[in-house]
């Protein structure tokens, strides 16, 4: 005989561990699915968290630009009237915005100016029954 001290489980035959194969594989998925979740949790904690912040920050750098045109009424307004100042400032942003929604407008036409994808296929569809107007090569 032999002295040797190997456990059952490296004596196990290779029908043995072929059987036990889809068990593992099965656990094996499902660790990888928990640590995909575990995952999504903390990307959605962090991206939550993240959002938060930058909504604080714009909210501080809207009153920022409030205070910048304060500054440019109360700058103005050492060298002509006060409500000229302030008169002159809401012109030019009323131009401004005027200026950014005709462009606005603008990509909103181009909406639809593109093809229809639907259109698209049912010109292909007639092309293949040969009705239509399509090209012959």
């Known amino acids: 005989m032999t002295d040797r001290t190997v456990s059952d489980k490296n004596r196990e035959s290779l029908a043995t561990l072929i059987g036990n194969l889809p068990g593992l594989v099965t656990a094996l998925i499902q660790a990888e699915i928990d640590q995909l979740k575990t ?12 959002a938060i912040f930058m909504v604080l920050a714009l909210i501080f750098v809207f009153f920022a630009i409030g205070t910048l045109v304060a500054v440019g009424i109360l700058a103005l307004s050492l060298v002509m009237p006060a409500w000229l100042a302030a008169l002159i400032v809401f012109v030019v942003f009323v131009l401004i915005a005027a200026v950014l929604a005709l462009i606005g407008v603008n990509f909103f036409k181009k909406l639809s100016s593109d093809p229809n994808p639907i259109e698209s296929v049912k010109k292909d569809i ?7 107007e399509y090209d012959r090569y």
């Open 39 to 50: 995952k999504a949790q903390h990307l959605g904690s962090y991206a939550g968290k993240g």
């Open 126 to 132: 007639r092309a293949v029954k040969g009705e239509g």
